[in-house]
């Protein structure tokens, strides 16, 4: 048999000749040139001809043995009979590629998003500062929680996430936010979309109603989607998660996700009474509200509103927060807040259900909270924050005219810039984008039959030598659309309602 083929082209000098021999062997069976029950040359006859070892033959002949794809007696080596490959109806026009997809419930709930480059540029959304990132001592906290490690730290973390961080935790958010909760009622998670996983797979079952924030958060609306939930879509108004009676009745919720002290991406803050009324209204449909703290720590005006979570002793709240905003997206730690009812189960079925690690970093930032580094870093970081504000907004007032309208600076990182009916924001930011601007479509957070026009504009990355050119390059892209002074004619924002 001639197999001169087999090392035509010749071997590349940067793989051993017998890792090449073997896939092309591999190849050739799966493929069919070799057919089932074809008689290879013996080893060293096949050397000879390649001119190659006979060590090398035997490896690959040995090693396809042992695949299945050869067989061997006293005869000889043959190719072995394998399954014949499936190939698509002649009339589909596709190929057996083409027609893998995923399940119709991740199709139907995946939505496109802007390249992860996107998150550097200015306006990007939800982007912290990078640059005032306290390196040095982060890194001297890393390195003690490496010089201490154990094999608790290297091996899978403990249930609820490092006891104490937990710990940590557990003093801040009752010295800062207010809440009075201890280690047993947290539980770390990697990041929000996992503490929402939890939630969706754990407090429902498959085919329950979450009611989403409309317009809210999409990242939120796929993670209940995947999990096989049904999704609800509620209208926010002037505070927040507005349900109407025919919600309650024609949509019974199982989970409601909400951001009460600065709705995402609108910014408006549900106040007390409809807080109250909220979870009065859970009780009754025996739901579960998560309530997604995301940025109170960088409320500026005035102290946050008291969290849900905690305003009744058995409040049906799960809270959940975030290291994201305040220190770094690459961390991917989170954490969510339950009542004891559920929390030593809850932190029992994360184990089973994740196998959690990031046990250094765990530790790392449990010494980090312990020094009162993370105090100082928040404090820090509101003053900044709350300086780009305030010269974003003279920025845009000056570039746009005294009377555009601007909301949601009480907290969080980001603007929302209204527009008029004449200016459609999606058209905005295409045009945008080209001029190397991060700003969103406020409607591209909504669901239809929901109306909402304006920009998400993120400050977070915006530093001050950019303010000037990115203020002016998103006047060139808004530039066109309508004219002279159409901006100054929107002085409420349009109301978030329903077609």
């Not at 009339?91 to 083409?98: E, K, Q, R």
């Not at 996430?161 to 935790?169: M, N, Q, S, T």
Request: charged share 20%; net charge positive.
């Amino acid at each position: 048999m001639e197999l001169d083929w087999l090392l035509t082209p010749p071997l590349p000098d940067t793989l051993p000749r017998q890792r090449v021999l073997y896939h092309r062997l591999r190849e050739a069976i799966l493929s069919g040139r070799l057919a089932p029950g074809t008689r290879l040359p013996a080893s060293r006859s096949l050397a000879a001809s390649l001119k190659i070892a006979r060590n090398t033959v035997l490896f690959a002949y040995e090693q396809l043995t042992a695949e299945g794809c050869l067989w061997a007696d006293r005869q000889g080596t043959r190719v072995a009979s394998l399954p014949e490959r499936a190939t698509p109806p002649a009339s589909s026009g596709h190929s057996p590629v083409t027609r893998l997809r995923l399940a119709a419930r991740a199709a139907a709930v995946l939505q496109p998003e802007p390249a992860r480059e996107a998150a550097a540029l200015p306006f990007a959304p939800g982007t912290p500062d990078y640059s005032a990132f306290p390196f040095r001592t982060w890194r001297a906290c890393q390195e003690r929680a490496w010089r201490d490690a154990g094999w608790r730290q290297l091996g899978y973390a403990a249930h609820g996430g490092d006891p104490v961080l937990r710990e940590a935790l557990a003093g801040h958010l009752t010295t800062v936010r207010g809440l009075p909760v201890d280690a047993a009622q947290i539980v770390i998670t990697s990041g929000t979309q996992a503490a929402l996983d939890l939630c969706a797979r754990l407090l429902a079952d498959h085919g329950d109603t979450v009611w989403a924030e409309n317009p809210g958060y999409l990242a939120a609306r796929a993670v209940f989607g995947l999990a096989g939930l049904h999704i609800h879509d509620v209208p926010v108004d002037d505070e927040g998660l507005a349900p109407r009676e025919g919600d309650w009745s024609g949509h019974p919720p199982r989970l409601i996700m909400i951001t009460p002290s600065h709705q995402y991406p609108t910014g408006r803050v549900m106040p007390l009474p409809r807080r109250l009324a909220l979870i009065a209204r859970a009780h009754q449909a025996a739901a579960w509200i998560i309530e997604d703290d995301y940025d109170s720590e960088f409320r500026r005006a005035g102290p946050a509103p008291p969290a849900l979570f905690g305003l009744q002793p058995d409040a049906p709240v799960v809270y959940a927060g975030t290291f994201s905003k305040t220190l770094y997206p690459g961390l991917r730690l989170g954490y969510l807040v339950l009542p004891h009812a559920i929390a030593a189960d809850f932190a029992r079925a994360t184990t089973q259900a994740m196998r959690p690690g990031q046990g250094i970093e765990q530790r790392a930032l449990a010494d980090f909270i312990h020094r009162g580094y993370y105090t100082a870093h928040l404090r820090r970081m509101r003053g900044r924050y709350a300086a780009r504000q305030s010269a974003l907004r003279t920025a845009l007032k000056e570039a746009f005219g005294s009377s555009v309208t601007l909301s949601g600076g009480e907290a969080g990182l980001h603007l929302v810039m209204w527009l008029p009916a004449g200016i459609r924001d999606g058209a905005v930011v295409a045009r945008a984008a080209t001029l190397g601007l991060g700003v969103r479509a406020l409607s591209s957070y909504t669901r239809p039959p929901m109306t909402c026009n304006g920009l998400v504009l993120g400050y977070g990355n915006l530093a001050e030598g950019m303010l000037a050119e990115a203020v002016r390059r998103l006047g060139v892209a808004i530039e066109g659309f309508d004219g002279a002074g159409a901006l100054a004619d929107c002085r409420q924002p349009p109301p978030l309602a329903a077609n």
